[in-house]
């Protein structure tokens, strides 16, 4: 019989029993409802062995690299290690030396850490930073793995912000901290190079696209990639001339810096991103979407995407906490 291991515990299946019966009934704590892999509430993760082809029937590519798999439909027959998609006991802690620190505009720091472990990520996910052990932060990976040495940040002030104060105020080249993850599922999948791409940001939110971008490029990917940046005034822009580089080195690459404010230069679109986006293209049948920023514009944008035809299995996202401090 396959051993199902659970936090420090481990639990026999039964014959013809799923890996949520095995759990729930020796009294584990669950999320399920439909039991039948269609809600997707009890979504689990393989940390250990594989989960079986069936039990990730529906998934997003992005959550099948990652061993996530549905427990309700799953009936392994050899071992597995599983864990909650939020348990950070999961997690390895992993110290990290900062190897710099840098304003990119008047309110975001860019971050480079050097991990003292091998860490496997892709670009666009997510680490968690601890300024001590109860207080962490989740910051977008900007950085490419076959590309750049060390992780990049782009850590935005926020008021009163605990840790990103700290960051910004007090944190120093060669200090140690601690990071967790890598987590999320926005990031770039290899295949379907020619489908079109369209990316929507706000503020930092630009740190996971900027390396979804890169890392799809690198790739080459050749199908049409518009990436739309928003922010109230120039001064919330950054990465202007890294972008304008990108643009000339590939065609198929398109930057549309938005400026919401008043008093709009030349060269940048008026409006605020996700709008212009949909003016400039109003069908996204078969488009790959990334978005990330304020969670209101990402719950908007999500639903104006589907509707203009995109499928939600295309449609990845993450949104900031922008008032957590």
């Given at each position: 019989?396959?051993?199902?291991?659970?936090?420090?515990?481990?639990?026999?299946?039964?014959?013809?029993?799923?890996?949520?019966?095995?759990?729930?009934?020796?009294?584990?704590?669950?999320?399920?409802?439909?039991?039948?892999?269609?809600?997707?509430?009890?979504?689990?993760?393989?940390?250990?062995?594989?989960?079986?082809?069936?039990?990730?029937?529906?998934?997003?590519?992005?959550?099948?690299?990652?061993?996530?798999?549905?427990?309700?439909?799953?009936?392994?027959?050899?071992?597995?290690?599983?864990?909650?998609?939020?348990?950070?006991?999961?997690?390895?802690?992993?110290?990290?030396?900062?190897?710099?620190?840098?304003?990119?505009?008047?309110?975001?720091?860019h971050v480079e850490l050097e991990c003292h472990a091998q860490i496997d990520y892709r670009a666009g996910q997510f680490?968690?930073?601890?300024?001590?052990?109860?207080?962490?932060?989740?910051?977008?990976?900007?950085?490419?793995?076959?590309?750049?040495?060390?992780?990049?940040?782009?850590?935005?002030?926020?008021?009163?912000?605990?840790?990103?104060?700290?960051?910004?105020?007090?944190?120093?080249?060669?200090?140690?901290?601690?990071?967790?993850?890598?987590?999320?599922?926005?990031?770039?999948?290899?295949?379907?190079?020619?489908?079109?791409?369209?990316?929507?940001?706000?503020?930092?939110?630009?740190?996971?696209?900027?390396?979804?971008?890169?890392?799809?490029?690198?790739?080459?990917?050749?199908?049409?990639?518009?990436?739309?940046?928003?922010?109230?005034?120039?001064?919330?822009?950054?990465?202007?001339?890294?972008?304008?580089?990108?643009?000339?080195?590939?065609?198929?690459?398109?930057?549309?810096?938005?400026?919401?404010?008043?008093?709009?230069?030349?060269?940048?679109?008026?409006?605020?991103?996700?709008?212009?986006?949909?003016?400039?293209?109003?069908?996204?049948?078969?488009?790959?979407m990334f978005l990330c920023g304020h969670p209101e514009m990402v719950r908007v944008t999500k639903r104006k995407a589907?509707?203009?035809?995109?499928?939600?299995?295309?449609?990845?996202?993450?949104?900031?906490?922008?008032?957590?401090?």
């Open positions: 019989m396959a051993i199902i291991r659970y936090a420090k515990d481990s639990y026999e299946l039964e014959d013809d029993q799923s890996v949520l019966d095995c759990l729930t009934h020796r009294g584990v704590a669950v999320p399920f409802s439909c039991r039948s892999g269609v809600c997707q509430t009890c979504l689990m993760r393989a940390t250990g062995g594989t989960p079986t082809e069936a039990s990730q029937q529906g998934l997003k590519n992005s959550l099948t690299l990652q061993n996530y798999f549905l427990p309700c439909v799953c009936y392994p027959e050899t071992d597995l290690e599983v864990a909650l998609p939020d348990d950070a006991d999961a997690q390895v802690v992993i110290p990290a030396t900062v190897k710099s620190l840098r304003l990119l505009n008047d309110d975001i720091m680490i968690n930073l601890f300024q001590h052990q109860t207080l962490g932060r989740s910051y977008s990976l900007a950085s490419v793995p076959y590309e750049d040495d060390h992780l990049h940040l782009h850590v935005r002030r926020l008021p009163q912000g605990l840790v990103s104060g700290w960051i910004h105020d007090e944190l120093r080249p060669g200090q140690t901290v601690e990071i967790r993850g890598p987590g999320g599922d926005c990031f770039y999948i290899p295949g379907d190079t020619e489908q079109s791409m369209m990316l929507i940001g706000t503020g930092s939110g630009l740190a996971q696209l900027y390396g979804i971008i890169r890392d799809a490029l690198s790739q080459g990917h050749t199908g049409p990639i518009h990436l739309f940046h928003g922010s109230r005034d120039l001064n919330g822009l950054y990465l202007f001339a890294e972008l304008r580089e990108l643009m000339a080195q590939y065609a198929n690459f398109n930057y549309i810096p938005c400026l919401s404010g008043d008093d709009v230069p030349a060269g940048y679109a008026t409006g605020r991103a996700h709008d212009i986006a949909f003016e400039q293209i109003p069908s996204l049948k078969n488009w790959r589907f509707l203009a035809g995109a499928a939600m299995k295309n449609i990845y996202a993450d949104a900031f906490n922008v008032s957590q401090p």
